[in-house]
C-alpha cells in the first residue's frame, strides 16, 4: 500500500506563486510515474504535470512555461512549484503514483486564484 499527502494549496491572487507537495510513504517501488492532476467544480479532473521515473517530464498546454514538477527522492516527494497563476488555475490538484503494482491518489489540496 502506498499513502499520498498533498499540502501546500491555498488562496493567492493572479500572478501569484505557489509549491505544492506530495508526500509518499508505504511500500513504495516500481514506479512508473508521478502525475499532478487537478479539478475545477463543475469539470473533469484534468493531468496537469507527470513526472517519469528516468526523470523526463511532461506538462499540459495551459500551464507549460509556468508550472515545474519536482522530485526528491530521498524524501519520497513530489513537488508542483506554480508560478503566474490564473483564476482558471483554481481547482483541487491531486497528486497520483502509478507503480507497476497499482494506482494510488492523495486526498488532495485546494488552490484557489483570485483575479
Known amino acids: 500500500q502506498v499513502q499520498l499527502a498533498e499540502s501546500g494549496g491555498g488562496l493567492v491572487q493572479a500572478g501569484g506563486s505557489l509549491r505544492l507537495s506530495c508526500a509518499a510513504s508505504?511500500?513504495?517501488?516500481?514506479?512508473?510515474?508521478v502525475d499532478w492532476y487537478r479539478q475545477a467544480p463543475g469539470k473533469q479532473r484534468e493531468l496537469v504535470a507527470r513526472?517519469?521515473?528516468?526523470?523526463?517530464?511532461n506538462y499540459a498546454d495551459s500551464v507549460k512555461g509556468r508550472f515545474t514538477i519536482s522530485r526528491d527522492n530521498a524524501k519520497n516527494a513530489v513537488y508542483l512549484q506554480m508560478t503566474s497563476l490564473k483564476p482558471e488555475d483554481t481547482g483541487v490538484y491531486y497528486c497520483?503514483?502509478?507503480?507497476?503494482?497499482?494506482?494510488?491518489w492523495g486526498q488532495g489540496t485546494q488552490v484557489t486564484v483570485s483575479s
Open positions: 497520483n503514483l502509478a507503480s507497476a503494482y497499482g494506482s494510488w
Open positions: 508505504g511500500s513504495i517501488f516500481a514506479i512508473n510515474a
Open positions: 513526472i517519469i521515473d528516468g526523470g523526463s517530464t
